[in-house]
């Protein structure tokens, strides 16, 4: 009875060696998995702290941004450090509970963070194809229930995966080729079959993440569609252009997730360092080129984070010159920032026309049938795209 007992139990730990037959190369991989690792931490705390510390970003778009930001950070944090510590041989053994806890958390991450990036979308479509429900559909009520939709969906995909895992028997098997814990990886060390795993794992997600890839892209075929509707020769090719970036993200996103998956079900002649090397892509580079192209090329977010540092400067020089001449308690640093809050509302309040969502003043026109924004140059006005498209009303100057 001890034997078949025995062959059933867990292990009590997991050895993982990295990606195998590069494990000379280990050192010089982590190079590069540091600098993006840091840059995301870095990059989407700056995103995070300026967006809360800014009253004026308190808008839909902003808080759909910093649910991103905390999921890129949670995502990275859960698995680049235990990467990271077998790269660098510093430790390569995990508990079989802290094994399940790393694979829960994982997917549940990127499952959550899929949901936003597809609530972002429909808040890019609201905006610029229907601007004047935005601010009575997209209300703070809503945004909240969207996160907590997103968590709810999270929970429910990735709990069954934990107690397929965990009925598995594992027969001592406990070496596992990989720089952290994954579904098929674990399921793979069991001395069982395994199938329904393998297609758990691939309806899942199809279910989840692939579903809001397909809704995304709808979301923006619409969009290109109401903007191609734009009497403007100039308006295709610039909103392509401009659009392009963020597609690329969104692209990083799901593509080396799809593939990845993809390959444990269908790629069995696919070699294990290369499903390694795409596990691990969609774990550190959208963190990573998130914060860059939803922060630095949105207008608002530049401006403010300028502004914040521009504020950290003065009141900087305000410490040094009230210790040595006694200057005016940092008056000028509220100065700067009263100069700037005069200036945001100017810019709310020049022109004829209505506000749109975030502020700025349109006209609107019938076109085809529907409300279109006006402008005295359509090209003009997609030389913002980016801002359009991360906050700001396409009606806007």
């Known amino acids: 009875m001890s034997a078949p007992n025995l062959s059933r139990s867990h292990p009590t730990f997991f050895t993982l060696v990295g990606i195998p037959g590069m494990e000379k190369c280990h050192t010089w991989i982590s190079i590069p998995v540091c600098m993006m690792h840091s840059a995301a931490l870095l990059g989407n705390s700056v995103l995070l702290v300026t967006i809360v510390k800014e009253r004026s970003l308190h808008e839909p778009m902003y808080i759909f941004l910093c649910m991103l930001a905390v999921c890129d950070l949670l995502l990275s944090t859960a698995s680049v450090p235990e990467t990271l510590s077998i790269l660098w041989s510093l430790s390569t053994q995990i508990s079989f509970s802290g094994c399940l806890a790393q694979v829960f958390s994982i997917y549940f991450i990127f499952v959550a963070e899929s949901a936003i990036l597809l609530a972002m979308a429909f808040d890019r479509y609201i905006a610029i194809c229907d601007p004047l429900r935005y601010t009575s559909v997209l209300t703070r009520s809503v945004v909240e229930k969207v996160g907590v939709a997103a968590l709810i969906r999270s929970f429910c995909i990735m709990f069954p995966a934990i107690f397929l895992l965990k009925r598995l028997p594992y027969c001592g098997h406990n070496v596992m080729p ?15 079959d395994i199938s329904v795993n393998i297609w758990y794992r691939v309806a899942a997600g199809f279910l989840s993440a692939g579903l809001d890839a397909v809704s995304i892209a709808i979301s923006y075929v619409l969009i290109f569609r109401c903007l191609w509707g734009l009497p403007s020769p100039a308006a295709s090719p610039k909103a ?96 700067v920032k009263r100069s700037f809050e005069k200036r945001e509302m100017n810019e709310r309040q020049q022109g004829p026309g209505k506000h749109g969502p975030d502020g700025n003043v349109f006209k609107i026109s019938v076109f085809n049938g529907h409300q279109h924004p006006t402008h005295s140059s359509v090209a003009e006005r997609l030389d913002r795209f980016p801002d359009v498209l991360m906050g700001n009303n396409p009606l806007g100057p």
């Open 178 to 192: 990989h720089t952290y814990c994954e579904h098929i990886g674990v399921a793979r060390l069991a001395c069982a």
């Open 240 to 335: 392509l252009h401009t659009c392009g970036s963020h597609l690329c993200v969104i692209a990083m996103f799901y593509m080396p997730a799809f593939f990845s998956f993809l390959g444990h079900r269908f790629g069995q002649h696919v070699p294990r360092h290369v499903l390694i090397f795409l596990a691990n892509l969609y774990v550190v580079v959208p963190p990573m080129l998130n914060p860059i192209i939803y922060g630095v090329r949105t207008r608002q977010i530049r401006e403010h984070v300028a502004h914040l540092l521009r504020l950290g400067g003065l009141g900087w020089q305000g410490m040094a010159g009230q210790a040595g001449t006694g200057n005016q308690d940092g008056l000028p640093a509220r100065g």
